[in-house]
């Protein structure tokens, strides 16, 4: 069955650093991936789409990669803030199944 | 544009009741996703509808759950005999039709279900 894998549960780092999530998918080829966030109490909010056909994508502070041989995309996000602090979702595909998501909290 | 309006933002029913939550997509979007989220949980795919079809339900519990999304009007989904496991944020998303074929999904705020 198809699987969706979010690196950790909860990410903590400093402010200033850059923070890497991880988005590992199985059963699936998607033609493209999707990353969102969410506050809490609030709906998911899109962030950035991904080709299969781009190897990687920027967005201000944003990055993220896809890799279709390794079933992997990379979240990243430099000189992180405070206000960065969230839940970040993947969505590989059409079918709009989530991840659980991981929880990023960047410390002052 | 409005965004993608859910209604009420918080429910409160006694076990054995029904819940009705509505989602109104934004102007032009004709596909409509229903999604649960318990507290500290992931989102949970539901059903997804387009105009008087439902496309893709599998993420439906097989009794008590019903989605629509008729030809006028906001989609629907429908609780009956609520249990307190069905307490939980019910989430709406929308997305238009692209030539593109990628699904990008605006998120209404969520209608919070609690049951007693």
């Known amino acids: 069955s198809q699987k969706i894998e979010q690196n950790s549960e909860a990410l903590n780092i400093q402010e200033g650093k850059t923070a890497t999530l991880t988005c590992n998918y199985t059963n699936y080829s998607p033609a493209y991936l999707q990353w969102y966030r969410q506050d809490p109490g609030r709906g998911p909010v899109f962030l950035l789409l991904i080709r299969e056909n781009e190897k990687e994508k920027r967005k201000e502070r944003l990055k993220v990669t896809f890799d279709t041989t390794l079933k992997q995309s990379l979240f990243h996000i430099t000189a992180s803030q405070p206000a960065d602090s969230a839940t970040y979702l993947c969505?590989?595909?059409?079918?709009?199944?989530f991840g659980a998501g991981t929880r990023l909290t960047v410390k002052p | 544009n409005a965004g993608v309006m859910q209604n009420p933002r918080h429910l409160v029913r006694r076990r054995g009741q029904e819940a009705r939550l509505r989602c109104s997509p934004m102007k032009g979007h004709s596909h409509v996703y229903w999604y649960r989220q318990l507290p500290e949980e992931g989102l949970k795919f539901m059903v997804y509808?387009?105009?008087?079809?439902?496309?893709?339900e599998s993420g439906m519990p097989k009794e008590r759950f019903s989605a629509e999304f008729p030809k006028e009007g906001p989609s629907i989904l429908r609780i009956q005999q609520v249990v307190r496991g069905d307490s939980a944020a019910y989430f709406c998303?929308?997305?238009?039709?692209?030539?593109?074929?990628?699904?990008?999904?605006?998120f209404g705020a969520g209608s919070r279900l609690t049951v007693l």
């Open positions: 969505a590989p595909g059409g079918d709009m199944r």
């Open positions: 509808l387009q105009k008087e079809n439902i496309i893709d």
């Open positions: 998303a929308s997305s238009p039709l692209l030539a593109s074929g990628a699904n990008v999904l605006t």
